[in-house]
């Protein structure tokens, strides 16, 4: 059973589980820990990387019903089993404690629980410093 969770690349602490990069670009500082695993295919295509939330937000949601929740629950799977470990935090670069901020890993977390129910955890501190929850598959 896999557990899904979301954060920053920045904010990320190896014991919440294996890193996984959903970005398009890779990182270019420092961090604190390994970041080897990355789904590609769940980064947000450039064409419409700039566009306002509205038309990103449904351009991004197309891409992921192509692929499909079964297709990519297998390529988390893989990654699971061959880290050993079932908890993957998906990162991208955004501080969403900024207000008004948003990013494809939230707008991921929304297309998976519509698509499979479960939800997908935030690790990274919201608004009043509480965290969202969730746990899926």
Request: proline content about 7%; charged content about 25%; some cysteine.
């Amino acid at each position: 059973m896999i557990t899904l969770f979301t954060n920053r690349i920045q904010a990320f602490q190896p014991p919440q589980g294996v890193p996984v990069r959903i970005t398009l670009g890779g990182v270019r500082f420092k961090l604190p820990y390994s970041l080897t695993r990355s789904v590609r295919e769940l980064a947000p295509r450039r064409d419409y990387l700039s566009a306002p939330e509205p038309e990103f937000t449904a351009a991004y949601r197309a891409d992921l019903d192509q692929l499909g929740p079964e297709r990519i629950a297998a390529r988390l799977k893989q990654i699971a089993e061959a880290e050993g470990d079932y908890r993957l935090v998906l990162l991208c670069f955004e501080d969403l404690t900024k207000p008004n901020l948003w990013c494809h890993r939230t707008v991921f977390a929304s297309w998976w629980k519509d698509r499979t129910g479960d939800e997908v955890r935030e690790l990274s501190p919201g608004e009043g410093d509480h965290y969202r929850q969730g746990t899926l598959m």
